[in-house]
């Protein structure tokens, strides 16, 4: 079952079907959730939920008007598998407060599904063009840090994923990725880095997140810069 809520600049059925492109030479057929009549039913009964990406603020808002929110995260639970890039990668963390996007509309809150515990920032870069006086990726995270200085922020490049199984939560992809907390440098971690390890859920399984879906997507379980489950 696939989610297009993100996207804004196309409509859902385009972003569905270059979706179902992707997969269909991996046999796995994808349907839209915009298109089924029952949304709720058809994520009770999901064995996959992709999320694409795009704007998270209309993504969340979009899942939480249609009532999605919890039936995903049981569905996940029971076994079913979560892949999302880019928006998708920020609507499994607890809250989407480490996107990049701009908040085009109101999602009612900023919670989201909290199937995997850290925050994740997606197409994470540290890169300021020549003669650019605004803020640096990582200075807006370090923002986010002095107000809530709990978290831990992934800053997760382009070509890198978190596969999320049995309670383990690894890093794959070819870059450097850096882990951020309240008061610390940033530390960089590579491929094969273990974030946590926790007693895996009753059945379900989170692999990999994304920042844009490459070409063949998903690489085994996902890919990107981004999240899956």
């Known amino acids: 079952m696939f ?8 409509t859902w059925d385009d972003y569905t079907a270059k979706t179902a492109a992707v997969f269909a030479p991996l046999g796995v057929s994808v349907t839209g959730i915009h298109s089924v009549a029952d949304p709720v039913a058809a994520i009770e009964t999901a064995d996959v939920v992709i999320v ?9 808002k979009e899942c939480r008007t249609r009532g999605l929110l919890a ?12 892949i999302g890039w880019s928006a998708g990668a920020n609507l499994a963390c607890p809250t989407i407060r480490t996107t990049n996007d701009m908040p085009i509309v ?6 989201a599904l909290g199937l995997f515990p850290l925050q994740i920032n997606p197409h994470f870069t540290n ?5 650019h006086k605004g803020e640096t990726r990582e200075q807006r995270i370090r923002e986010l840090l002095v107000v809530a200085p709990e978290l831990v922020i992934i800053g997760l490049p382009e070509g890198n994923w978190i596969q999320v199984a ?3 939560a690894t890093l794959g992809g070819p870059n450097p990725t850096l882990v951020f907390t309240a008061g610390k440098e940033a530390v960089p ?14 059945t ?7 920042n844009a879906a490459p070409a063949g997507f998903p690489r085994g379980a996902a890919a990107g810069s981004g999240l899956s489950a």
């Open 3 to 10: 989610i297009p809520f993100a996207g804004v600049t196309q």
């Open 52 to 60: 694409g990406g795009g704007n998270t603020f209309q993504l969340l």
């Open 71 to 82: 039936p995903i995260v049981d569905v996940v639970r029971r076994g079913a598998l979560y």
């Open 106 to 111: 109101d999602p009612q809150g900023f919670d």
């Open 127 to 131: 890169a300021l063009p020549e003669g």
């Open 166 to 168: 049995q309670g383990h």
């Open 189 to 202: 971690v590579a491929a094969g880095h273990r974030f946590y390890h926790l007693p895996p859920l009753p």
């Open 204 to 210: 379900g399984r989170v692999a990999g997140a994304v």
